[in-house]
């Protein structure tokens, strides 16, 4: 495969409190958070319309597992349902089953360290 990973497409952390901390972020640095986080809107070299995720999650979330870290990335791919074959024919660790909605396809991995990692193709039109 040529194009794997085409950018970030989301950053998650765990905090204890998701809503006082958008509200931070919102009132210190100027994030236009909602129920999600806040969405960053750029443009790919193509000049299509790209989006990126910042999301802070409740600390007792389920969604990083089975990483036992704070944090997971989300990835942007170009084909995912050819990249999780590729992944999985080179030995890496899929997680669950690809989803898909309206707004993109999600597959997960595991790295080296257990870090889970999140392959989104996405369909930003869908946000817009």
């Known amino acids: 495969m040529k194009n794997r990973v085409t950018g970030i497409g989301g950053i998650f952390f765990k905090t204890d409190d998701p ?29 299509n319309k790209c989006s990126t995720q910042w999301s802070p999650f409740a600390a007792d979330t389920k969604y990083f597992s089975p990483s036992k870290k704070e944090f997971m990335i989300n990835y942007r791919v170009d084909n995912l349902v050819e990249l999780l074959k590729v992944l999985k024919k080179e030995g890496v660790t899929i997680v669950g089953e690809m989803e ?20 989104w193709e996405p369909v930003d039109s869908a946000f817009l």
């Open 19 to 47: 809503e006082a901390t958008k509200k931070w972020y919102k009132n210190h640095l100027g994030l236009n958070t909602d129920t999600y986080g806040c969405t960053f809107w750029w443009q790919d070299e193509n000049g």
């Open 100 to 119: 898909e909605y309206d707004y993109g396809k999600f597959g997960w991995i595991l790295d080296p360290e257990g870090n889970k990692i999140e392959l």
